[in-house]
């Protein structure tokens, strides 16, 4: 214990003396949120280069012991073992909130232990939670350090852990002495004790996974995660109340349509455009993932685990580009080809719940990611600029005659009648591949499905633009706002994850709430790609994010696309909409473009000129802004009616 105390006074004395004012300095068109809550980034070098190393360990060595534990224990047995575990951990829970003066969540702790130690058999489960509505903490000692005014220090990168600030260590350090089983040694014991570290890390696997494979930079998003989670935990933003004031909260509702839908969507309850555009996270069925076993298991033959990815050459001397697939038994069915939102690869989840309705109906299902996106540039000729669709729409055909061409040489087939279907930016290459089809056939797709595409690209952008700089109007409690909004976010998607009748009729969002998140994951996107285009390395200090962090779309499209053929982004608004396939989408039968009269990313003329050339081959939907009708049954009834009729 001595040596635990000196230890910590040790990693206390190396905590920096940053100002608030330092840490929350904003010079830029959109938030540095690393430095809003870490500070500057020191050992930037360094931490790269053990994050490298670290990421190399846990595909190696760590992820395979995880793998084993995960296909010899059934999730049930690693929930039950980690919620034991929790239990043990109770010490520092207590003794943090009594240094926090929290004595309502010391007595709050206590009768959770004391109830799931013994109606719980050991804390295996939680019947506090369960039928005395006792919530779960997350009381540590780094969050009493916060309240003791510790500042943060720098954020270090060790060899083998996450990265942690020095006053994060310092709480780590605590935490193991106030840890019951740091002081028992038999072999027996050390042995559960390793066990128990297997299973309780084997929980960040999903996190490191979607980081890598999500994420151009990796330790850029992880070093923002770890700074906005700390925040939220030393703030108790991650208590319930937070989510329950935010369902309370009165939020606009949107006004009379100005434009008369195809489908009416009765029991939607509208709040504002870019918050009902976030319900297409509702967009999903539940017996997607749904398996006894962990995701890490290898018996684990849920809907998303029997989805194969393979390869194909794009380019000479490029990485290849990957793709995903699942086909039916009778290898020559129809194929359904997806084309996702702008920047998302092809681990989407949406395109996963796509695949499967497909799958349902009888479909062989081919899922890519977006051209608007870093993995995809990846596979790309080093001139490859994604934002010009006539141009785009080439590259997309060519990718997916090879994957096409390359599946049913592998299995020795001729898939039957093709569907191409895509959401968003995706939905609108969707259609600018059918007009290049119209003109000459050499796919064969015979039938397009696009789900509320951009009428016109640069407007659409336009309106991205002033959704993520709409934080600048007021900078004021910016990171104790963004810390709430990011803690509501994360207690939805655990709320959807536990419970499986899942039905909620709005979100805790405002609307400045709503921007704020959806200005960070469309800035996210665009600083991926450019962070690619770039080529800048990953495990060097670099400067890009002083630039990423002042560029929007419009000034991506500036610094790509003007010059001799386009001198301003308005000259490239006509070539860039969806008018520039006014003859394909005139007289054409073989499309259908799903959109709503609310879609914050179109306005009411381009809405009613898309519906004059397309006529009934546009369906209105009465709500859902951008995408957020997808979880409706009206919607859904209609795609499987399209799906069906092959």
Not at 185 to 201: C, D, E, F, I, Y
Not at 292 to 307: A, V
Not at 595 to 604: A, G, I, P, Q
Request: charged share 25%; aromatic share 10%; hydrophobic share 35%.
């Amino acid at each position: 214990m001595k040596r635990i105390i000196i230890i910590t006074a040790i990693l206390l004395s190396l905590v920096g003396t940053a100002s608030a004012q330092e840490l929350t300095k904003q010079q830029s068109k959109y938030p540095d949120y690393g430095y809003m809550y870490l500070g500057p980034d020191k050992f930037e070098k360094l931490n790269r280069k053990i994050f490298a190393f670290n990421l190399g360990l846990n595909k190696y060595a760590v992820r395979p012991v995880h793998i084993l534990w995960s296909s010899i224990m059934p999730e049930y047995g690693i929930e039950r073992i980690h919620s034991a575990y929790k239990n043990i951990e109770y010490p520092k829970r207590l003794v943090s909130s009594l240094i926090q003066k929290d004595f309502k969540t010391s007595g709050h702790e206590t009768v959770r232990f004391l109830t799931n130690s013994t109606l719980g058999l050991g804390g295996m489960f939680d019947p506090a939670k369960r039928f005395f509505n006792l919530e779960p903490t997350t009381e540590d000692m780094e969050q009493a350090l916060t309240r003791c005014k510790c500042c943060c220090g720098p954020y270090i990168v060790l060899p083998g852990t996450a990265g942690v600030t020095t006053r994060g260590m310092a709480g780590r350090v605590l935490d193991m002495s106030l840890n019951p089983t740091t002081y028992v040694g038999t072999p027996v014991l050390a042995m559960v004790k390793a066990g128990l570290a297997v299973n309780r890390t084997s929980y960040m696997q999903p996190l490191i996974q979607m980081i890598e494979s999500t994420y151009a930079d990796p330790y850029e998003i992880a070093r923002k995660m770890y700074g906005i989670d700390s925040y939220i935990k030393s703030e108790n933003f991650d208590r319930k109340h937070v989510l329950e004031e935010g369902f309370n909260q009165n939020t606009e509702t949107a006004g009379t349509p100005a434009i008369e839908p195809d489908v009416v969507l009765p029991d939607y309850n509208p709040q504002c455009p870019v918050v009902d555009s976030m319900r297409t996270a509702l967009f999903d069925l539940p017996d997607v993932d749904s398996s006894i076993w962990n995701e890490l298991s290898i018996w684990n033959r849920c809907f998303c685990k029997k989805i194969k990815t393979s390869s194909v050459s794009v380019t000479p001397d490029k990485e290849e580009y990957r793709f995903r697939y699942i086909l039916q038994k009778d290898k020559n069915a129809p194929l359904a080809i997806i084309y996702p939102s702008i920047g998302e690869g092809i681990t989407s989840h949406h395109s996963v719940i796509m695949a499967k309705i497909f799958y349902d109906a009888g479909y062989s299902v081919v899922i890519q990611g977006s051209h608007f996106q870093w993995e995809y540039v990846k596979s790309m000729p080093d001139d490859y600029r994604p934002g010009l669709p006539s141009k785009d729409a080439e590259y997309l055909k060519d990718v997916t005659a090879k994957i096409v061409e390359k599946l049913q040489t592998k299995h020795n087939c001729e898939f039957g009648e093709k569907t191409l279907i895509g959401t968003s930016l995706g939905a609108m290459m969707t259609l600018f591949v059918g007009g290049s089809e119209f003109r000459q056939d050499t796919l064969g797709i015979t039938k397009y499905i696009a789900i509320c595409p951009p009428i016109e690209l640069t407007y659409a952008l336009e309106q991205v633009d002033k959704n993520g700089e709409e934080w600048f109007k007021n900078p004021n409690d910016l990171k104790n706002r963004v810390a709430q909004t990011a803690s509501k976010v994360v207690q939805l998607a655990n709320m959807q994850d536990e419970q499986k009748d899942f039905k909620i009729g709005s979100l805790p969002f405002t609307e400045e709430e709503g921007k704020l998140i959806t200005g960070f994951v469309m800035h996210q996107k665009l600083s991926d790609l450019i962070f690619t285009l770039e080529k800048t390395p990953k495990n060097k200090a670099t400067g890009i994010y002083d630039v990423l962090n002042n560029m929007n779309y419009h000034d991506y499209m500036e610094k790509y696309f003007i010059g001799n053929q386009y001198r301003s982004v308005y000259d490239l608004r006509y070539d860039t909409s969806l008018f520039a396939l006014a003859p394909y989408l005139k007289n054409s039968t073989n499309y259908k473009i799903y959109h709503s009269v609310d879609d914050y990313l179109v306005n009411e003329t381009q809405l009613k000129n898309l519906k004059a050339i397309s006529e009934s081959k546009t369906v209105l939907m009465s709500n859902g802004a951008h995408l957020g009708f997808m979880y409706t049954p009206e919607f859904l009834g209609n795609l499987k009616q399209d799906i069906i009729a092959k």
